[in-house]
């Protein structure tokens, strides 16, 4: 007969905080015609910690625009490029 444990486990210094909206976003996989990859560095400081993230490029989609739009104006504004989408994935 095998053992058995049961864990109940309970985060009691980070909180359960409930939000109530949601945040339509773009991101994307980015290449270029020689297939390298680009992603974004991004440096945080806070309840967490320090820590720096490398992330697919993106953001928030703004009131009365498409994803297409979002994401181009969004790829312009991190990294400084024009593209051509290619396909969606999500």
């Known amino acids: 007969m095998e053992d058995e444990l049961i864990l109940e486990l309970k985060d009691t210094e980070w909180p359960y905080q409930y939000t109530d909206h949601d945040r339509n976003i773009a991101r994307a996989i980015v290449y270029d015609d020689e297939k390298q990859l680009y992603f974004v ?39 400084g490029v024009q593209v051509e989408i290619i396909c969606k994935i999500g």
Do not use: H, Q, S
């Open 41 to 79: 560095r991004a440096e945080r400081n806070d309840e967490f910690g320090k820590a720096v993230l490398i992330e697919t490029a993106g953001g928030g989609v703004e009131d009365g625009e498409d994803l297409n739009t979002a994401i181009k104006r969004e790829l312009k504004e991190e990294l």
